[in-house]
């Protein structure tokens, strides 16, 4: 069963102990309360899973506490406990948004079924919320195969320390799947049923993005018109990925330095200091040693970030992975457009191998999409393909490993292009006019 964070509110301390340790005992996370103030203060503090609730804390009504903490986070499930139990306020606990209902007394097998139901509930939710990002920002997830040897020790270094807690610092050029390595990451650790968050640093100017981070009351500056709990809380037990951090503004730097350190943070016009269990990954294409020297960058944050490195290879070295990838996307979005392609050209295909691609993976995905777009049926060939890119590529060369008919091609281009009249070129090429007009319409030139 998924770990989980439980909030148990009685006022009587036999069952906050019996449930407390039954809890426990299942690998459950557990604050036990004896009232609605406290439980208040502990949900402001921790984003719990489940809250069982019971009906009656004294001379306070457990209903009114449920709403109260849905208010708070509105995901959590209550469930109202008691030993008064009638149809009547079961029926009024399901409107107040309690999640169940169960009667005093009830055995550990009844506890039990309720609390694996509702963990279904919440593995669900968060698998739903992270499909929808993937929805948001879809893309073919083929970075993770590689023929490079400096990128299959990354991937290999990515899925040893996915299991473990510590800080992960991905670095290497924009558009080499730093995004993609972190989300994956998350979905090879423990956390895979949490959440998983991002922020890129540079998008946001230096109020809001430590109002997305760590989030902001209502009224705490200007056209902040409701509370906002931040990513560090909506990322509770998950993972929470901070892109380019090198952009992060040196004045938000000690805020992030001390939640890494201690997990404790406050938000913007809020002097209460809460906690939250969040792992960070960031990444960067900034040489972080040289901000650190000009005072870009704190020294004590870099160190803390710097736990484990991760370098992502550019994609201009590794010509065989453009080849893997580029057939892997063709497929991904040859199905996204209801096309059938048979593949590339050799042409084509030695045109993006010989291509530096400052893009990355990002621009071959690009230019993949593209193709497919503006193709047909049969192959990409490399009237498909950005000018950019067929202009970089290299003259044919007798000896080079290509079908007879692409050295034909090209052979055939270069004459055309050295003469001024096509009697002239066929006459060099030694076939008739007739011959070099099919050859011109086979190889569209």
Known sequence: MTQLDILIVDDEINIRKTLSVFMQSRGHRVTAISNSHDALKESALHVFDIAFVDLRLGTENGLDLAHSLLGVCPRIKIVVMTAYASIDTAVEAMKRGAADYIAKPFTPGQIELVTERLAGICDMENRIASLQEDLNRIHPEVYFSSRHSSMQRAIELARQVASSEAVVLLRGPSGTGKTVLARSIHNWSRKASKPFGIISCPSLSRELLESELFGHMKGSFTGAVRDNPGRVSSCEGGTLFLDEIGDLPISIQPKLLRFIQDREYERIGDHK????????????????????????????????????????????????????HAKNMLDFFSAQNHKSFSGFTEKALLAMKEYSWPG???????????????????????????????????????GDPLALEVIEENHIRSILASVSSLQDAADILGIDQATLWRKRKQYRI
Do not use: C
Not at 305 to 315: E, R, S, Y
Not at 368 to 390: D, F, M, N, S, Y
């Open 273 to 324: 200091t809460r906690k939250a269990d969040v792992r960070i990954i960031a990444a960067t294409n900034m040489d972080l040693e040289k901000a650190v020297k000009e005072g870009r960058f704190r020294e004590d944050l870099f160190y803390r970030l710097n736990v484990i490195q991760i370098d992502l290879p550019p994609l201009s070295g590794r010509p065989d992975d453009v080849e893997l």
């Open 360 to 398: 990355n993976i990002r621009e071959l995905r690009n230019v993949i999409e593209r193709a497919v777009i503006l193709g047909k049926t049969g192959q990409i060939g490399e009237e498909l393909l950005p000018e950019t890119i067929i202009s970089q590529a290299p003259p044919v060369r007798i």
